[in-house]
């Protein structure tokens, strides 16, 4: 299943967001995309739902469609919050 099967909202009880249902204590996320990339809607969606359950986020947006340039910049802003 790809990862937008996973979180995109239809509806339907999503397998990720039963997973941070299910999960007592959440581990730190860092979630990324770029503001003209097809996942960008969920992905904030998600970073809300997460925010609501108390889980811990660092997310970072740039206006990049699903390229390797911004993953590239997402790797290394990722890198320097270790």
């Given at each position: 299943?790809?990862?937008?099967?996973?979180?995109?909202?239809?509806?339907?009880?999503?397998?990720?967001?039963?997973?941070?249902?299910?999960?007592?204590?959440?581990?730190?996320?860092?979630?990324?995309?770029?503001?003209?990339?097809?996942?960008?809607?969920?992905?904030?969606?998600f970073?809300e739902?997460?925010?609501?359950?108390?889980?811990?986020?660092?997310?970072?947006?740039?206006?990049?469609?699903?390229?390797?340039a911004?993953?590239?910049?997402?790797?290394?802003?990722?890198?320097?919050?270790?």
């Amino acid at each position: 299943m790809s990862f937008k099967g996973l979180i995109e909202s239809n509806g339907e009880d999503l397998e990720l967001y039963r997973l941070i249902e299910d999960t007592k204590k959440l581990p730190k996320f860092y979630i990324t995309c770029g503001t003209k990339d097809f996942l960008y809607q969920e992905s904030v969606k998600f970073v809300e739902y997460l925010q609501s359950h108390d889980a811990e986020v660092s997310d970072f947006y740039d206006e990049y469609d699903h390229e390797w340039a911004f993953w590239d910049i997402s790797i290394r802003n990722f890198l320097e919050l270790l």
